[in-house]
């Protein structure tokens, strides 16, 4: 079955400092790979999408994330922290053994420090 | 622009209740799935339809029902609410091409007591 795995359930950062939240998924073929975020008492928004025969994808409050096939990797990153970034973010995978299931990370909180 | 659209939003049950958790788009989506989310556990899937008339399991089905008569709407059941029901309830709707992100509902949070 396919799965995702978000390394580091919490990650405190300080404000301008880089962003890095990491996502490895178990797939043989490259599956369809998102990236959500989720503010306090909210649903999950889109922050970017990977797109085929892409490396780097660039999302949404300048966020980008880099896709690298030979490491089933698709990690997130953002150059400088702002505190709106604390939220809780997702890694998501559809596709491959999993089918047209989505399958979630179990998702990494980011806390912004002053 | 109202998109996936939940009700309610807070929700307290006894145990052993019935009730029905609403969901509807208004994006013509034939895709439509119904989350569970825990902490610790992220989201996990319950139901999902690919279309009216189609329904299937996710990976934590029981207890609920779903069904789909119309394109727009999808709500799902609890036929007699459990204390491990107790979660926040996502919906959600995608459209058919193969990177197409899922729209989310703002969730339902429910309590089961």
């Known amino acids: 079955a396919q799965s995702v795995t978000q390394l580091g359930s919490h990650v405190s950062v300080s404000e301008g400092a880089l962003v890095l939240l990491r996502c490895n998924y178990s797939?043989?073929?490259?599956?369809?790979l998102f990236w959500y975020v989720q503010y306090p008492n909210q649903g999950l928004q889109l922050l970017l999408k990977?797109?085929?025969?892409?490396?780097l994808v660039k999302g949404i409050n300048g966020f980008e994330a880099e896709f690298k096939k030979s490491e089933t990797s698709f990690h997130l990153t953002k150059p400088s922290a702002h505190m709106s970034d604390a939220a809780e973010y997702f890694c998501?995978?559809?596709?491959?053994?999993?089918?047209?299931?989505?399958?979630f990370g179990g998702g990494t909180r980011v806390l912004v420090k002053p | 622009n109202a998109g996936v659209t939940q009700t309610p939003k807070f929700q307290v049950l006894k145990t052993g209740q019935s009730m029905t958790l609403q969901c509807a788009q208004d994006?013509?989506?034939?895709?439509m799935s119904w989350y569970r989310q825990d902490p610790g556990m992220g989201l996990r899937l319950i139901h999902y339809?690919?279309?009216?008339?189609?329904?299937d399991q996710g990976e934590v089905p029981n207890g609920y029902n779903v069904s789909r008569s119309t394109t727009e709407d999808f709500p799902l059941r609890l036929l007699s609410a459990a204390p491990s029901q107790t979660s926040v309830y996502f919906c959600?709707?995608?459209?058919?091409?193969?990177?197409?992100?899922?729209?989310f509902g703002n969730g339902t949070r429910l309590t089961v007591t």
């Open positions: 959600a709707s995608r459209g058919t091409e193969g990177n197409s992100p899922l729209h």
């Open positions: 797939s043989s073929v490259p599956p369809y």
């Open positions: 990977y797109t085929t025969g892409a490396t």
């Open positions: 998501a995978v559809r596709g491959g053994a999993a089918g047209n299931k989505l399958t």
């Open positions: 994006m013509n989506h034939e895709y």
């Open positions: 339809s690919v279309g009216a008339g189609i329904t």
